[in-house]
């Protein structure tokens, strides 16, 4: 079975555009989480949906949202771009009817600000 | 407010020795508490979990000891090997897993050959 996929592997933007990031989870799993590692705050959770729906959220500004498509596929977005939002992003993907909800991670994309 | 604290933040093991890495939470409603291995470049990769219903698992040569009255968890490797060398990350999430999960630092594992 294929992993969790992430597109792309690394992105370079300036300060102030907007960027969409895309994961693919792994086939049958419809839950769909994304967080933010950085060398100081660590692995923070940002969101996390299921059915299209975001049913929890983490604690970052609104300028980071996300989605969710019929297919579990799922996008994340973070506008107006800060020096700050330089990080390894990642989604985790986990089938939530099954206890305990094991997430699996993909590689991530490397974000870089300049 | 770091809800997972996590120590040491880099350990140092002689291959066959026994690696420990701790952590303390405070959410008592915390009830799912994995452990996630990353080596450079990739995700992390869930190496074992535990819930509080129980004191201790063992999956090889992984290990996860749990302390509810202390609110603590740790991970022991046992006859760690060099290909142990990564970062390891402990977490926790409420409702078994079904919400974030909240992730200590991380430790920085080198097993010296």
């Known amino acids: 079975k294929a992993g969790v996929t992430q597109t792309p592997r690394y992105l370079i933007k300036t300060r102030g555009q907007q960027v969409t990031l895309s994961c693919s989870p792994i086939s049958g799993h419809r839950s769909v989480s994304w967080y933010q590692q950085t060398p100081g705050q660590g692995l923070q959770f940002l969101f996390e949906?299921?059915?299209?729906?975001?049913?929890n959220k983490g604690n970052f500004p609104g300028r980071f949202s996300g989605r969710q498509f019929s297919n579990s596929r799922s996008e994340m977005n973070v506008s107006t771009l800060e020096l700050g939002d330089s990080a390894l992003y990642l989604c985790?993907?986990?089938?939530?009817?099954?206890?305990?909800?094991?997430?699996?991670f993909g590689p991530g994309t490397r974000l870089t600000v300049l | 407010q770091q809800q997972v604290k996590q120590s040491p933040q880099s350990l140092i093991v002689q291959k066959g020795g026994i690696s420990i890495i701790n952590c303390a939470y405070e959410n008592t409603a915390f009830d799912y508490f994995p452990w996630y291995q990353q080596f450079p470049g990739k995700g992390p990769a869930l190496l074992i979990a535990?819930?509080?219903?129980?004191s201790e698992k063992k999956e090889g040569r992984f290990t996860i000891s749990f302390n509810k009255s202390a609110k603590q968890f740790s991970l022991h490797i046992m006859d760690s090997q060099p290909g142990d060398s990564a970062t390891y990350f402990c977490a926790a999430s409420r409702g078994g897993g079904a919400d974030g999960l909240t992730f200590g630092k991380g430790t920085h594992l080198i097993i010296q050959p």
């Open positions: 985790a993907s986990s089938f939530p009817e099954g206890r305990p909800n094991e997430q699996f």
């Open positions: 949906y299921f059915s299209e729906t975001q049913r």
């Open positions: 535990i819930r509080p219903d129980v």
